[in-house]
Nanobody, 123 residues
Framework: VQLQASGGGLVQTGGSLRLSCDASGRAFRAIDVAWFRQAPGSERKFVATMPWRGDRRYYADSVRGRFIISRDNAKDTWFLQMNSLKPEDTAVYYC?????????????????WGQGTLVTVSS
């Protein structure tokens, strides 16, 4: 089971980026995928998730209305569209996956992690 995150980079305040998370190694149908981020000197925090059951999406308050999580089932790929970026969005972004029914917001519930992709927002 492998997750590969990509799409990070340097962008100015107000700009946009789209992150991708490619999954491989098993049939990724009944899993919850989430994005977390970790800013320098801070703990890793929940950003967004899209549980496999249904079409609901959940976002951290800090990104709601600016970020959109989506997926391409045919390609086992998840996306995080990030708009109206702010300097405080600067962080390493990780995608994570789990197949259990535990809370989607808790980092410790996720079994699989990608390597992270760096997003830097300049002021």
């Amino acid at each position: 089971v492998q997750l590969q995150a990509s799409g990070g980079g340097l962008v100015q305040t107000g700009g946009s980026l789209r992150l991708s998370c490619d999954a491989s190694g098993r049939a990724f149908r009944a899993i919850d995928v989430a994005w977390f981020r970790q800013a320098p000197g801070s703990e890793r925090k929940f950003v967004a998730t899209m549980p496999w059951r249904g079409d609901r999406r959940y976002y951290a308050d800090s990104v709601r209305g600016r970020f959109i999580i989506s997926r391409d089932n045919a390609k086992d790929t998840w996306f995080l569209q990030m708009n109206s970026l702010k300097p405080e969005d600067t962080a390493v972004y990780y995608c994570a996956a789990k197949s259990n029914s535990a809370s989607v917001h808790e980092m410790s519930n996720y079994d699989y992690w990608g390597q992270g992709t760096l997003v830097t927002v300049s002021s």
